[in-house]
Every structure is written in C-alpha cells, then in structure tokens.
C-alpha cells in the first residue's frame, strides 16, 4: 500500500500525520518551510480546542500560553464584556506548530520540508524542485493557502483579505487587553485583537478589498484610518513603526464548505471548512477534520474521502452559520446589548461556533 501523503505541516496536517503513525501508516508530510513561521490564523484557542490538544497527548501545560477567560466587543462607540464559557488561551502558531511537529516527528512521521507544491491532480501531485509524485491517499491540509488543480472558489469583485500585524509587549496593551480577546467591528469587517504567549499582542482583520485599496493599497494606512475613528483600537495600537511588517493573505472565501471531493483526497481544516476568524475556531476545525479524516482513512482508505468530506461538510455547518450570524451582529450594536443582558444567550453563542464532536 502506497503511504499516506499529508500537504501542509500547519495543525491540520501535523495532527493527520501525527495520527497515521501511531497506526502505523508511515505518512510522509510534505511542506514548503524548513521551520514552522507564524501564520496569520489561529492565535486563539478555545477551551474545546485545548481539549483537542490534549487528545493527541500534548499536555495543555506545555502550550504556555496567556490565558482568556473574557470577550470583549467593541461597536457602535460602546463595549461589551461577557466571560468565556471557559477559559482559552493566546498562542501564537509557530509555538503551536513547532509542538506539533515535535509530537508527529517523535510518533515517526516523515518530513519533506522546503519544498512547494506546484499542481495537484487526482493522481498526482507535482513539486518545485522535480518529477510528479503518485499518490494513492491524500489529505490536502495547506491552510487558506489553495494549490492549484484544486482551488476553492472565489468570491466576486469585492473579496475579503486577512491581515495581521504584529504588536511589541507594551504594559499599555496588557493593561487594555488583559485576558480578553478584543472583537472591533469597523467599516467593512472586523478587528481581533489578543495577548499571546510572549506578552505581544495579535491583530488580525478580516476587511473588504474595496476599504484596502481606499486606503492606497496601504496595510498600515487601512489600520490608520481605522484608529482614527476609534478611540479604543487606537490606544492599543499606540505608535506603530512605519516600517512595520504586515503580513496578509487575498480572497478568503468565508463561510466555505467542501461537499465533495476526489476519491482518496481528504481536505482538511480550511480546506474543508473556513470559519469567520472572529468565531476563534478555525484550529478546532483543524484538528477535528483531522480526527475524523483519519479515523475515516482507516476503515475504508481511499473510498472513505467522498463519506469524510460530507459528513464534516455537515458537520461544520451550524458553527459556520453562527459563526456568520454572530458576525452580522456587529452591525446593530443594540443587538449585542440584548445578547449580553439575556442570561445564558452569550454563552450558547460562543458554543454554537464551536465544532462538535463527531
């Protein structure tokens, strides 16, 4: 039998192959950086994707990270605090990656790092660097970045754009941000903003492309604009260098399901299911499409990817609906009053974004 091929050494595709070897599978993970970076998701984790973590054997301890235990919603000039059902936790994806490597290299996985995939069919893949190379099982992990053969689709004229940026430890920001994770709703997405395990603080946005390219194509003039007209997210954000790196990825097709796929070929994480980033889920989804990916692979192997892709498509469906309906909610401010004054209604939210067990 042809081992396994994982593409994508983020927590989707660690977690698969960290799975396929302690069933003896010999999974080989193909990934184009030498060294986990620090990818512009997943800075959050919730308490149900710290369980997760545990599952795998990875000892919630030894993740470091600064503890969450609130939200804070800031719109229509007025915040809103609510507690988490139960504490999460700040992190950033290289800490997270770099232990999950760890944990799939020490069960016995393969690593091929360095290299990019070019093409993706459905029976081969192709490298940057020589000939295709056969594939039989493949879980395709490569986060919201698509390969090309097997491309999500996109989104009109209007797209939505992630960016991140960075933010140096400030007793200003720990004072302001704290254990909260900080959700702005600004003209044309939204702001989130969190602690992480060294005290630096994690902006990421989700915005329009239309309000990048009003603000000249301009990642730190876009985030200027938006501190100008809050008062909030401008003293957290204090003096921002002007050479301050802003990392970024186009046309985020949120709200995206995969219901169908090859035979054989598992999509995993976003590549099965990209969740609004505001709903701090997307390492959940990541890690329970790898379970059931997996534990699919392992009773039927190639047949079993067509059964996976729609039963997780459904499965991940009410998290992606709340997610986009919690979302829309930062547009009528009253609204998230009403939320937090009803007993219990925040809490069932923040559960209902969360992805259930299989």
């Known amino acids: 039998m042809t081992p396994p091929l994982i593409l994508g050494a983020g927590p989707a595709g660690a977690a698969a192959a960290l799975r396929l070897a302690r069933l003896g599978a010999e999974p080989l993970l193909i990934d184009r950086q030498q060294v986990p970076g ?6 959050f984790l919730s308490w149900a994707t710290i369980a997760q973590i545990k599952a795998l054997g990875i000892d919630a301890a030894m993740l470091g990270g600064h503890r969450i235990d609130r939200l804070a919603l800031f719109a229509g000039g007025r915040e809103t605090e609510l507690p988490l059902p139960a504490p999460g936790m700040g992190l950033s994806r290289h800490r997270l990656d770099t232990l999950l490597r760890a944990a799939a290299t020490e069960a016995g996985v393969t690593f091929r790092l360095g290299h ?3 093409t993706l069919t459905p029976t081969a893949i192709t490298l940057d660097d020589g000939p295709a190379v056969d594939w039989d099982s493949l879980f395709l992990a490569t986060g919201k970045h698509d390969v090309r053969g097997a491309a999500r689709p996109r989104h009109g004229a209007d797209p939505e754009l992630g960016l991140r940026l960075r933010l140096p430890a400030s007793p200003a920001r720990q004072r302001l941000i704290g254990g909260r994770i900080e959700l702005h ?6 702001v ?3 602690l992480q395990e060294d005290g630096s603080a994690n902006l990421c946005m989700a915005v329009r492309k239309s309000r990048l390219t009003a603000a000249g194509g301009r990642p730190l003039g876009l985030i200027a604009a938006l501190a100008d ?3 909030a997210l401008a003293d957290r954000l204090g003096d921002v260098p002007a050479d301050a790196r802003v990392d970024a990825i186009g046309d985020v097709p949120y709200g995206w399901r995969a219901t169908t796929t090859w035979p054989g070929l598992y999509r995993l994480g976003d590549q099965a299911a990209v969740i609004p980033s505001l709903a701090g889920e997307g390492i959940g989804i990541a890690l329970a499409s790898a379970a059931e990916a997996v534990a699919q692979w392992q009773v039927q192997r190639r047949d079993g990817a067509e059964i996976y892709q729609r039963h997780f498509a459904r499965r991940a469906l009410l998290p992606l609906r709340a997610a986009a309906g ?9 609204l998230l009053r009403v939320l937090s004054a009803t007993p ?7 559960r209902l974004t969360r992805i259930a067990d299989a």
């Open 38 to 43: 620090d990818a512009l998701c997943g800075g």
């Open 116 to 118: 990019a995939v070019r």
């Open 185 to 190: 709703w600004v003209e044309g997405g939204y």
């Open 192 to 194: 989130g903003l969190l």
């Open 229 to 231: 007209r809050s008062l």
């Open 326 to 334: 919690f979302r829309a909610l930062g547009r009528y401010p009253g």
């Open 344 to 350: 219990g209604a925040a809490g069932l939210a923040m």
